[in-house]
């Protein structure tokens, strides 16, 4: 088919299902035309990658405009309805997908799904749904699809017998469309699975209405459908009791989610009543393979999407009491108390930051702040308290020092400026590093200083006199700065190194 060719007009074409995904329409229109999903893609004359397998651009994410045109000459549908059943659909809302109506923008759909809550090549269903009729709603892919609000059942991700993410096609290729058996029952996996040591390649035959859902109670339901209709723009979001676009919102949902990732504990899961088991455990144990990761990747991101419905289910239960909560007061305390324990871990030595990575919405950002103080830029570093002036035990200044001189100190790192007469503290503090070990010689020269300081008490010699913690030698004279002198005075706060 040439660049501005146009598909002849098919005969007969199914109207759409309000809410269907582009992936179930198609699949339910070949079978009506008796042609595999492959065949009727080429003849809706969609854009394809080049290869064996039937593989069209951004299948089931958004259409190309020559994609839009040929479908929409070839179905007599409308570009609204055709754009209806995108991933697209929820653009601004739920996903960030600016950019991807181009052609070329193909490689970066690999990228987007570790950014996007989204599945872009396959989907989560309830086999409730599907056992009454084989339409696949387009919500099933987004990352926050956790509960079925018709049939409160948790949705199913894997095929039990082809262990393979429902709606992938084929196995080895995501968005490939079966193109060699037009017949194709729609009750069915039908995920194209590779040959086994006692089965043939072929299409999967698992029921899909007799796939285990677990049921959860109303409450969870009812929760999933107020996202839902937030991402559909029917309602206006509230955060901590304020007014927010509905792409803030899922900001705030992803961050909020990172946090109880990282922090939330038993308790906290306990706290939500109508949180199932199943969801619970897939929880915890998110969080232990994320704590025992010897290596980074996309599954130990804490912004990453959900793994599975339960994962989801437990995202929606801990974030409600922050995101939609009654209050701000409440949503404001439990944030804290994370954002509190997030910090302390940052403190933990050996720990840095891992929500550095996410993105922090703008209607979170007094809550956070208020609750977390600037990070460091070393991770387990506490806050740097002033040092004091005085030497202790193993930090002491080793120019001579009296309190009615000036000297100056001629240490690399010495910051001290000229005292005028009559200060009562040292210049400086030697670091610690410094310190000269026992049993080992003095240096012939001092970097701190121009020339060698006078001789003093030191760990390397054992008949000098004892130094005084006043302002005079042993032998009663004034301490001085010559050296000649057998001592030099000590400052009076802390005593030798040792």
């Given at each position: 088919m040439g660049e501005s060719s146009v598909p002849r007009r098919l005969?007969?074409?199914?109207?759409?299902?309000?809410?269907?995904?582009?992936?179930?329409?198609?699949?339910?229109?070949a079978a009506?035309?008796?042609?595999?999903?492959?065949?009727?893609?080429?003849a809706l004359g969609l854009e394809c990658r080049p290869g064996v397998v039937v593989r069209p651009l951004l299948f089931g994410v958004t259409l190309s405009r020559r994609?839009?045109?040929?479908?929409?000459?070839?179905?007599?549908?409308?570009?609204?309805?055709?754009?209806?059943?995108?991933?697209?659909?929820?653009?601004?809302?739920?996903?960030?997908?600016?950019?991807?109506?181009?052609?070329?923008?193909?490689?970066?759909?690999?990228?987007?799904?570790?950014?996007?809550?989204?599945?872009?090549?396959?989907?989560?269903?309830?086999?409730?749904?599907?056992?009454?009729?084989?339409?696949?709603?387009?919500?099933?892919?987004?990352?926050?699809?956790?509960?079925?609000p018709v049939h409160h059942v948790l949705l199913v991700d894997v095929c039990r017998r082809c262990r393979t993410r429902l709606g992938q096609g084929y196995n080895g290729h995501p968005r490939g469309l079966p193109s060699r058996?037009?017949?194709?029952?729609?009750?069915?996996?039908?995920?194209?699975?590779?040959?086994?040591?006692?089965?043939?390649?072929?299409l999967c035959d698992q029921k899909l209405a007799a796939l285990p859902a677990t049921p959860v109670p109303a409450a969870l339901a009812a929760l999933q459908q107020r996202v839902l209709d937030i991402a559909d723009g029917q309602t206006e979001p509230r955060v901590a009791g304020r007014t927010v676009p509905a792409a803030e919102f899922f900001a705030a949902l992803r961050f909020t989610t990172a946090v109880a990732r990282l922090v939330a504990t038993d308790d906290d899961l306990a706290a939500c009543s109508f949180l199932p088991d199943e969801a619970a455990e897939a929880f915890t144990a998110e969080q232990h393979a994320r704590q025992r990761a010897t290596r980074g990747g996309v599954g130990t991101q804490m912004g990453a999407v959900p793994p599975a419905a339960a994962n989801a289910a437990a995202a929606l239960a801990l974030t409600e009491p922050v995101l939609l909560?009654?209050?701000?007061?409440?949503?404001?305390?439990?944030?804290?108390?994370?954002?509190?324990?997030?910090?302390a871990r940052r403190r933990t030595p050996g720990k840095g930051d891992p929500l550095r990575a996410v993105p922090r919405p703008a209607c979170l950002e007094p809550l956070v702040r208020a609750a977390a103080p600037p990070a460091t830029r070393v991770?387990?570093?506490?806050?740097?308290?002033?040092?004091?002036?005085?030497?202790?035990?193993?930090?002491?200044?080793?120019?001579?020092?009296?309190?009615?001189?000036?000297?100056?100190?001629w240490h690399p790192t010495c910051r001290v400026r000229p005292r005028p007469a009559g200060a009562v503290s040292p210049p400086c503090a030697w670091p610690a590093s410094w310190a000269p070990r026992a049993g080992s010689r003095p240096p012939a020269t001092w970097p701190w200083t121009r020339s060698r300081p006078p001789e003093r008490p030191t760990p390397w010699s054992s008949g000098s006199p004892t130094p005084t913690r006043s302002g005079t030698a042993p032998n009663g004279s004034p301490g001085g700065?010559?050296?000649?002198?057998?001592?030099?005075?000590?400052?009076?706060?802390?005593?030798?190194?040792?």
């Open positions: 005969p007969a074409v199914l109207v759409p299902v309000e809410g269907e995904s582009f992936a179930s329409w198609l699949s339910r229109a009506d035309w008796q042609l595999a999903p492959g065949e009727a893609a080429l994609s839009l045109r040929r479908a929409g000459a070839a179905t007599g549908l409308g570009a609204r309805d055709l754009h209806a059943m995108q991933l697209a659909r929820y653009a601004g809302t739920a996903l960030e997908l600016a950019g991807l109506d181009r052609p070329a923008s193909e490689p970066s759909l690999a990228v987007l799904g570790h950014q996007e809550w989204a599945l872009f090549t396959a989907s989560r269903a309830c086999p409730k749904c599907l056992a009454e009729r084989p339409v696949w709603p387009l919500w099933w892919r987004l990352g926050i699809a956790a509960v079925c058996r037009p017949e194709m029952d729609l009750s069915r996996c039908n995920n194209r699975r590779p040959a086994g040591r006692q089965r043939k390649a072929g909560g009654p209050g701000r007061r409440s949503g404001s305390d439990l944030l804290s108390e994370w954002i509190g324990r997030a910090v991770a387990g570093a506490s806050p740097p308290a002033p040092l004091p002036w005085s030497p202790s035990p193993q930090t002491i200044c080793p120019t001579s020092w009296t309190p009615t001189t000036t000297p100056t100190c700065t010559t050296a000649a002198a057998s001592s030099t005075t000590v400052p009076a706060a802390g005593p030798w190194p040792r």
